[in-house]
Nanobody, 121 residues
Framework: QVHVAESGGGLVQAGGSLRLSCAAS????????MGWFRQAPGKEREFVAA????????NYADSVKGRFTISRDNAKNTVYLQMNSLKPEDTAVYYC??????????????WGQGTQVTVSS
């Protein structure tokens, strides 16, 4: 069983920054491809960003390119999402996913419980 846990959400004013963290654990000696998704009230869950196990490949939604940066620390099996220039429309519950690369991009794999990000105008 793979356990995924997000942290770092909160309330921030528009134009501010937050950093989310996601730790995955479960299978010994396994480094996971990981990604971030978000779901705003009344909307479907959408892809935000993903990073492969080595950090050599990243993928971003157009809506966050240039503002969000995904990175990882494999010693801690932790992935980070640095969110800058936040907008009210970034308000959502942010979820972390871990698994095979195509699974992560497709929004499947192992999921965390989510962390709330609220951007006030």
């Amino acid at each position: 069983q793979v356990h995924v846990a997000e942290s770092g959400g909160g309330l921030v004013q528009a134009g501010g920054s937050l950093r989310l963290s996601c730790a995955a654990s479960g299978r010994p000696s396994t480094i996971y491809n990981m990604g971030w998704f978000r779901q705003a009230p009344g909307k479907e869950r959408e892809f935000v960003a993903a990073i492969n196990w080595s950090g050599s490949n990243t993928n971003y939604a157009d809506s966050v390119k240039g503002r969000f940066t995904i990175s990882r620390d494999n010693a801690k099996n932790t992935v980070y999402l640095q969110m800058n220039s936040l907008k009210p429309e970034d308000t959502a519950v942010y979820y972390c996913a871990a698994g095979a690369w195509q699974s992560v991009l497709a929004g499947s794999g192992y999921w965390g419980q989510g962390t709330q990000v609220t951007v006030s105008s």
